[in-house]
């Protein structure tokens, strides 16, 4: 069974322009999540997707978001891109939301670099 | 607020000297604490999930167990290819977001 694919897995992209991440979760699965992960930070929740809502979102700017499709594939956004946005995003497919099942698996990620 | 606090920062053991990682946290209603392995450049690896206090997981040479304030990670006679950063995550009840723990660099030398 396959895992929780992100594409693609480095980016570099200079101050102010934007950047789409992608996320296939693993078969079967509907819920979807974002994380960043910085050395100072940790890693931070951004925002979970069920069934194509938003279900949660975390403290994070405007400049942040993400859609679901049909299929749960997901993308997240980051428009007007800061040195500060420099980090490992992480994306974790789960079951549901909420539920006994709700065990998040999580892609290798992808390193964005901001110049 | 859901808050996860993990210790040591880091550890430095030799292979075969067991030793435990800690994860303290504080949550509204706790759903389940999880616990993963991360390697350098790769996404956290899920290893156990705990639901309920005094429940108690083991995969090969780790054991966890859970309290109702902490976690504890078992490392029994280590190897070099445990080294890994692992970090401690809760869901509250209803949520699917998790919080997670700085996490603990463990390092086995051989």
């Known amino acids: 069974k396959a895992g929780v694919t992100q594409t693609p897995r480095y980016l570099i992209k200079t101050r102010g322009q934007q950047v789409t991440l992608s996320c296939s979760p693993i078969s079967g699965h509907r819920s979807v999540s974002w994380y960043q992960q910085t050395p100072g930070q940790g890693l931070q929740f951004l925002f979970e997707?069920?069934?194509?809502?938003?279900?949660n979102k975390g403290n994070f700017p405007g400049r942040f978001s993400g859609r679901q499709f049909s299929n749960s594939r997901s993308e997240m956004n980051v428009s007007t891109l800061e040195l500060g946005d420099s980090a490992l995003y992480l994306c974790?497919?789960?079951?549901?939301?909420?539920?006994?099942?709700?065990?998040?698996?999580f892609g290798a990620g992808t390193r964005l670099s901001v110049l | 607020e859901d808050q996860v606090t993990q210790s040591p920062e880091a550890l430095r053991l030799q292979e075969g000297e067991s030793s435990s990682l800690n994860c303290s946290y504080t949550v509204s209603g706790l759903r389940g604490l999880f616990w993963y392995r991360q390697d350098p450049g790769k996404g956290p690896e899920f290893l156990f999930t705990l639901y309920s206090a005094g429940e108690e997981k083991e995969k090969e040479r780790l054991k966890a167990t859970l309290t109702k304030k902490e976690s504890f990670l078992h490392i029994t006679a280590p190897k070099p290819e445990d080294s890994a950063t692992y970090l401690c995550a809760v869901q509250a009840r209803g949520e699917g977001k998790s919080t997670f723990g700085d996490g603990t660099t463990l390092t086995v030398k051989p």
């Open positions: 997707y069920f069934s194509e809502t938003q279900r």
């Open positions: 974790a497919s789960s079951l549901e939301v909420g539920g006994a099942k709700n065990i998040q698996y």
